[in-house]
Every structure is written in structure tokens, then in C-alpha cells.
């Protein structure tokens, strides 16, 4: 019976001791697999860098996972791409095939783009890296069709850090200047109706409109009512102007939430700017339960709006 069971024993030690040894083996094959896949995504970007089709070509048809392999430690092929597209304009023929070919094989345009700065992560999607990018309008319009044929979702924000995530979305980017090429990104968003809220929003509240909602808090209406006749304001207004009219000339009210949308047709009330009145009124933006909204909005705040009250 000893010896039963002491055989017993040294099977039972020998089982273990092969299951942890097959267990490190099994360690050490991953590490040395994913080693294989580093140098193999370096090589990869390597070609992409060259606008090597051919050999991104190659790679791709004996492992397509290339195109997703995801390390802290490399970018990925498609962020290579896309900035090597960026710097080298959309007349390289090769470049543009190259970033066809990996959307094609899997590659997903939704990815964020971790960027690390002074020990904080920031997160940036395609949209957001491509706005912001030194290139041309002609050039940053093409690379988003390219990446929305390939299913990318316009709507996806601009994670700012990790820590205290700020969600914005991509093309608030374009309000840093105001010109023409940054006016047709608006546009091109407008169309496709993305983020209607923080489009006209960013507008309103925190540029054109800082003072104007400042005197409205403090119920200041008579310094509202001069400064919506000073030059500050009347450039601000006249600057943007084409952006709402595409605003309110694409989207539709369905596309806001009620109070969102409500609040913006409030300001618009406020300061008495009949042509963008006239627009809410010709697209279907001002309804019952919105002419209802402000009733309620002027008497909550005792405000007299004149032929606005009521309606």
C-alpha cells in the first residue's frame, strides 16, 4: 500500500512539473511570437515609409493580423500611413493605394491614436488627427473619404487625457482660425450632420457669445442690448454667419435634443437676429413645443422679448 501510494505521489509531482514546464514553454513561445510580430510591424511601416505597395502587399497576404497588431511599444501601420499620406500630398499614388490596401484588410479607422505628453496620455481618432494636420483642405477632405468608405464614424471625439477625459468632437479643431478652408471643414461636417450640439455650441457659448451670455446671467439686459450693437459683436456675428446658415440649412430638429436646440434658438431670440430667425422659421427648426419652450423661458426669467413672446 506504501508503495502505491508513493507511486501515486511521484506521478502526481511529475504531472505538475510537466504542466509547469509546458506552461513556461508556452510563456516563452508567446514572448518570442510577439517579438516575431514587432519586427514584423516594423518592417511592415518600414515599406509604408518607402511607399513599398508591393512588399506591403506581400506581408499583408501572408498576415493580414499585421494590420491590427497593437503595442505600447510601435505605432500602428495604419497611423504610419496616414501620416506619411499627410506629408507627401494626395497626388502619391502609391501612398494612397497603400492606405486603401490596409483598410481594406482590416485595419480600423475607429482606433485612437494614444499620444503621451509630460507623463499624461491623450487619445486622438483619425478625424481629429487628420483636422489637425499641416496639410491642405483638398488634402484632409480626401483622407476622411478614403477612411469613411472603410466605415469610419465622423463622430468619433478628441479624447482629451486619460486622467479627466474631455470629449470633443473632431472638427472643434477647426475653430482655432476661422478662414475659408476651415469654414468648408465646418461645412463638410454640416453636411453629414455630425455633432450638431457642440458644432453650434462651441459657437455660441464660448466664442461669439461669452458677454452676451455674461449680461443674460446677470440679467444686465440693457449692456446686452448695447453690446449686441458694437463693433465686437457685429464682427464675431457677420464671421460666423455662414456657419450657421450651413448649420441650420442641414441639420434638422430631430438631430437635437430638445433643450440643446431650444437654448440655441434662445440665443438667437435674445439678441434679435432676424436672418437666423427667419432660417429656424424656414427649416422647421421653430415648432409649437419650441415657441412653447421660449414662453416658458421668458416668463421663468421675467424677460420681455416683445413680438418674440409668445409668438
Known amino acids: ?79 504610419v500611413a496616414t501620416l506619411s499620406f499627410i506629408e507627401k500630398n494626395i497626388n502619391n499614388i502609391e501612398n494612397k493605394n497603400i492606405l486603401n490596401l490596409l483598410l481594406l484588410n ?22 481629429a488627427q487628420i483636422l489637425k494636420s499641416n496639410t491642405d483642405f483638398q488634402n484632409k477632405i480626401n483622407l476622411l473619404r478614403i477612411f469613411e468608405k472603410y466605415g469610419l464614424d465622423l463622430n468619433n471625439t478628441a479624447i482629451i487625457s486619460d486622467d479627466d477625459p474631455i470629449y470633443l468632437p473632431a472638427f472643434i479643431i477647426v475653430y482655432d482660425n476661422k478662414d475659408d478652408a476651415k469654414f468648408k471643414i465646418f461645412d463638410y461636417f454640416s453636411k453629414k450632420r455630425v455633432n450638431p450640439e457642440k ?31 458694437e463693433d465686437e459683436y457685429l464682427n464675431l456675428r457677420d464671421k460666423y454667419e455662414k456657419y450657421f446658415i450651413s448649420a441650420f440649412s442641414n441639420y434638422k430638429i430631430d438631430d437635437f435634443k430638445f433643450d440643446e436646440i431650444l437654448d440655441i434658438i434662445i440665443f438667437f431670440v435674445t439678441t434679435k437676429d432676424e436672418k437666423i430667425l427667419e432660417l429656424l422659421f424656414k427649416n422647421g427648426f421653430i415648432n409649437d413645443k419650441i415657441k412653447i419652450g421660449i414662453k416658458e423661458f421668458c416668463d421663468q426669467e421675467n424677460l420681455n422679448l416683445g413680438e418674440y413672446y409668445g409668438w
Do not use: H, W
Open 199 to 229: 458644432a453650434l455650441s462651441y459657437i455660441i457659448f464660448l466664442d461669439m457669445g461669452i458677454k452676451v451670455n455674461e449680461y443674460f446671467k446677470n440679467k444686465e439686459f440693457d449692456k446686452l442690448y448695447d453690446y449686441i450693437k
Open 106 to 127: 482590416g485595419a480600423n479607422p475607429n482606433e485612437y491614436i494614444k499620444v503621451e505628453n509630460q507623463g499624461e496620455v491623450f487619445k486622438f481618432s483619425y478625424p
Open 1 to 79: 500500500m506504501v508503495l502505491i501510494k508513493q507511486i501515486f505521489k511521484s506521478m502526481l509531482f511529475m504531472s505538475i512539473m510537466l504542466n509547469f514546464s509546458f506552461s513556461d514553454e508556452i510563456k516563452q513561445n508567446i514572448v518570442i511570437q510577439e517579438e516575431n510580430l514587432i519586427r514584423q510591424v516594423d518592417e511592415l511601416c518600414e515599406a509604408i515609409v518607402a511607399d513599398d505597395y508591393y512588399k506591403v502587399k506581400a506581408m499583408l497576404n501572408k498576415n493580414p493580423n499585421l494590420v491590427n497588431f497593437n503595442t505600447n511599444n510601435i505605432l500602428s501601420p495604419l497611423y
